[in-house]
């Protein structure tokens, strides 16, 4: 008999295909008469171009065609980003046309037969480029005489509001204490295995476009390359096979897209473009890089009683089409009281424009919202001599608080975030571990704990978007198709595009219960726009375990009750006596009187008026899931480090997450979301940085520059789980963000607490060794 798949720890259904070297990128695609494209990019983060020559490239060996802005206009209109009126948006081309506005601004793309010979002639592109001054610098770019980047804007200014929640004057007059800092949040990048690529193959009978491309939203990227394009939407397919992840680089319409697609269009001819690691490091997509002053109010006991955040937003040059940045800066002012008690809060948002990359979504995007409000629990604790834990503990909602909205208007309701930080803190044995701190320091050893407590909205509730002031419907429908073939296997079509996250398993899981069959007879089918249901955001804001899990077990249990209607019609049994099992229709309490399931796919196939009173053939359900509610994970994270005083090298020496996310589909997979966000988390503090330096000249476009942690960096993580009052029904909720959101927080709480006794506060997520050893120096700290 077939065990019951959700639960359960199976195998991963793709790693046959993936970890054999069988998977399909868009790089294993061939397809003939193939040009190959590359981009002539400026060498200077601002500009004005005088002149582009083009005719030694042309006469270039197997040069086909050599673009520029003007000639690409013919097929492909300027970009336009939409955002909320107080956000100033520039239009721009896929291709820089007067001005260069960043490093690796594409001027011009050489089209030829292999991409040797493409590179080869685009480096006879001659470019006659007028330096400007750039800026590269969030304070420099807001000063008056700061160099415009878009001068049409008037400013680099291009938002600022205020929001006001509460009374936080009254707050901070009756406060006990006051705390002031700046916390500042470094550029770094997404750096997916694959980078960014397309393949764009007309339509022989005119005017439409195959677009292969490795993207997280399929149906959003054709929605806007055709309206770009001005390609009709039904002549405009978009696949995506195999992607060697993503962490929200590849959310948005990127010119590069447009580009390619716009040049096969004018040469009639496949084009493929396949981004190598300087530009995807350059040009790719960056993010987080933020600042947050804070000033808070703190009650006599530590309480915390009123905050007022100033947060600056460096967007880069061109902002995301498809992602308005002030969505970052919205959702971190909606979600920072996260699970803490707080009723008066004021957040100014300020979004800067400078000559940088685009800032781009990456892995959960709000993260600066847990890293500073920790940072600022951990500063209040310190301020009054007490411990971080206690001044959590003073703060934190309890179980009598929910449901609850928060000051911003979230609706908070199924977790407790006390059962998770309860758990996690009585795991690491703090008593036991201050003991052993406190031996370390009188041998020169330095030893830290931190902890961090993370809300991740999972999928998103709508009660966050009101708060984020988006007035369009919430986008938490999703729908799914199941389909018995004829042979008694199953397909599903899934909206979902995974990149990493293993939907190809968990939904198979989930269908394969349903209808009683094995994971093997169970086929997932994404990521293409003619196959699959529309939805905008594709994979993204770790929707898939509650919203894709919600519509595949409803279109399979439509066809369940479809398969048992044909077979109480085959059998003569009422469909109440019925049930699937092992591939087969049984009579309960009598196995053996039985019909296959491949027999009623093939005579709902053959016999359509079998399964359908109006004829049509074949059994095919759908189905829309709507999580009217929304839904929360919530976790704890706490390590423990110890710090070389030497080298400024941490070594983590105990890493815990203690989570909930509801009903568990496969442990395997979760824990593996988890882990892999942390090991990111604590990449994004030790080593990645996306640096420049003050005119917008960027400086670490190699693996040699842009340190990413490997497997010797990463300590072993701990994950356990808890899970509070089980809905029943779908109580599965997401996990992709959470990982990466909890350790900095956690990590940069443990480095502080090491060097606490010297005086040293954390206020840079950033803490390579050198920072480490700027700390101890600044502090004056002598080795003994």
């Given at each position: 008999m077939v065990a019951r798949l959700t639960g359960t720890s199976v195998h991963r259904v793709e790693d046959p295909r993936i970890l054999t070297g069988r998977g399909r990128y868009i790089d294993d695609l061939a397809v003939p008469d193939t040009v190959q494209a590359a981009f002539v990019r400026s060498p200077f983060p601002h500009a004005r171009v005088l002149g582009i020559d083009v005719s030694d490239a042309l006469a270039g060996p197997g040069v086909v065609a050599v673009l520029t802005a003007d000639d690409l206009a013919r097929v492909a209109a300027d970009l336009k980003p939409a955002g909320p009126a107080d956000l100033r948006l520039p239009v721009f081309g896929a291709l820089a046309r007067d001005v260069v506005r960043l490093v690796g601004d594409p001027v011009a793309v050489v089209l030829a037969e292999s991409r040797?010979?493409?590179?080869?002639?685009?480096?006879?592109?001659?470019?006659?480029?007028?330096?400007?001054?750039?800026?590269?610098?969030?304070?420099?770019a807001m000063e008056p005489d700061a160099p415009l980047v878009f001068a049409e804007l008037g400013t680099n200014v291009v938002h600022r509001s205020t929001h006001r929640y509460g009374d936080t004057e009254r707050a901070f007059d009756g406060a006990a204490h006051v705390v002031r800092e700046r916390f500042v949040q470094h550029r770094h990048a997404n750096v997916p295995m694959e980078g960014r690529g397309i393949l764009a193959v007309p339509d022989p009978s005119g005017g439409g476009l195959d677009v292969h491309t490795s993207h997280q939203s399929p149906h959003a990227l054709r929605m806007h390359l055709a309206d770009v394009l001005g390609v009709p939407g039904h002549a405009l397919r978009v696949r995506c096979g195999d992607i060697g992840g993503a962490f929200g680089q590849k959310s948005g319409l990127a010119r590069e897209d447009v580009a390619v697609a716009g040049a096969a269009l004018l040469v009639g001819r496949p084009v493929a473009w396949i981004e190598d690691r300087v530009e995807n490091l350059t040009v790719g997509g960056q993010a987080r890089e933020e600042r947050l002053d804070v000033e808070a109010a703190v009650g006599p006991d530590g309480e915390l009683r009123g905050l007022?955040?100033?947060?600056?937003?460096?967007?880069?040059?061109?902002?995301?089409?498809?992602?308005?940045?002030?969505?970052?800066?919205s959702i971190v002012r909606a979600l920072l009281p996260a699970a803490y008690r707080l009723e008066h809060f004021d957040f100014e948002a300020v979004v800067v424009t400078t000559n940088k990359a685009t800032y781009v979504p990456y892995r959960g995007p709000w993260e600066v919202e847990t890293w500073v409000r920790e940072r600022v629990l951990d500063v209040i604790a310190r301020q009054m001599g007490v411990e971080p834990v206690a001044?959590?503990?003073?703060?934190?909602?309890?179980?009598?608080?929910?449901?609850?909205?928060?000051?911003?208007?979230?609706?908070?309701?199924g977790f407790?975030?006390?059962?998770?930080?309860?758990?996690?803190?009585?795991?690491?044995?703090?008593?036991?571990?201050r003991d052993a701190q406190a031996e370390a320091r009188a041998e020169g050893r330095l030893l830290g704990f931190g902890l961090a407590n993370v809300v991740e909205p999972a999928p998103?509730?709508?009660?966050?978007?009101?708060?984020?002031?988006?007035?369009?419907?919430?986008?938490?429908?999703?729908?799914?198709?199941?389909?018995?073939?004829?042979?008694g296997t199953v397909t599903v079509f899934t909206s979902q595009q995974?990149?990493?996250?293993?939907?190809?398993?968990?939904l198979a899981q989930l269908a394969a219960d349903e209808l009683g069959i094995a994971l093997d007879r169970v086929r997932v089918v994404h990521g293409d726009t003619m196959l699959t249901p529309f939805n905008l955001v594709g994979t993204g804001g770790s929707r898939a375990a509650t919203l894709a899990s919600g519509a595949v077990v409803g279109a399979a249990r439509a066809v369940r009750e479809r398969v048992l209607h044909v077979a109480s019609e085959l059998m003569e049994i009422s469909p109440g006596d019925l049930e699937l099992v092992d591939g087969a229709v049984v009579a309960r309490g009598a196995p053996s009187v039985r019909t296959e399931l491949a027999e009623i796919g093939r005579l709902a196939h053959l016999r359509p008026g079998l399964a359908n009173a109006d004829g049509r053939p074949g059994i095919e359900e759908s189905a829309t899931f709507d999580s009217a509610e929304g839904t929360w994970s919530v976790a704890t994270h706490a390590c423990t480090v110890e710090v070389d005083p030497v080298t400024g090298l941490v070594q983590i020496l105990r890493y815990l997450v203690v989570g909930d996310c509801g009903a568990?589909?496969?442990?395997?997979?979760?824990?593996?979301?988890?882990?892999?966000?942390?090991?990111?988390?604590?990449?994004?503090?030790?080593?990645?940085?996306?640096?420049?330096?003050?005119?917008?000249?960027?400086?670490a476009s190699t693996f040699m520059d842009y340190l990413l942690p490997t497997t010797t960096d990463i300590p072993s993580i701990e994950v356990r789980h808890v899970h509070h009052e089980p809905t029943g029904g779908i109580d599965y909720r997401g996990v992709g963000e959470g990982g990466a959101i909890g350790a900095p927080a956690?990590?940069?709480?443990?480095?502080?607490?090491?060097?606490?006794?010297?005086?040293?506060?954390?206020?840079?997520?950033?803490?390579?060794?050198?920072r480490i050893v700027e700390l101890l120096d600044d502090a004056g700290y002598e080795l003994g």
């Open positions: 040797a010979l493409a590179e080869d002639a685009a480096e006879l592109v001659e470019v006659d480029y007028d330096p400007l001054p750039g800026v590269g610098d969030m304070d420099r007022r955040v100033r947060m600056v937003l460096d967007q880069g040059a061109y902002p995301q089409v498809g992602f308005p940045t002030t969505g970052y800066t001044v959590r503990e003073r703060n934190l909602l309890t179980p009598a608080s929910f449901p609850t909205t928060s000051c911003t208007g979230v609706e908070l309701q407790d975030p006390r059962r998770t930080f309860d758990d996690a803190v009585a795991a690491m044995d703090l008593p036991a571990f998103v509730p709508p009660s966050l978007i009101r708060a984020m002031g988006i007035m369009a419907a919430p986008r938490t429908v999703q729908e799914a198709r199941s389909r018995l073939e004829p042979d995974p990149h990493g996250q293993s939907h190809e398993t968990t568990v589909i496969n442990p395997a997979v979760v824990d593996g979301q988890v882990r892999g966000g942390v090991a990111q988390g604590i990449g994004a503090v030790l080593l990645e940085r996306s640096a420049y330096d003050d005119d917008g000249q960027y400086l956690a990590l940069t709480s443990a480095i502080e607490d090491s060097l606490a006794h010297l005086g040293v506060r954390v206020l840079d997520q950033h803490l390579p060794p050198n």
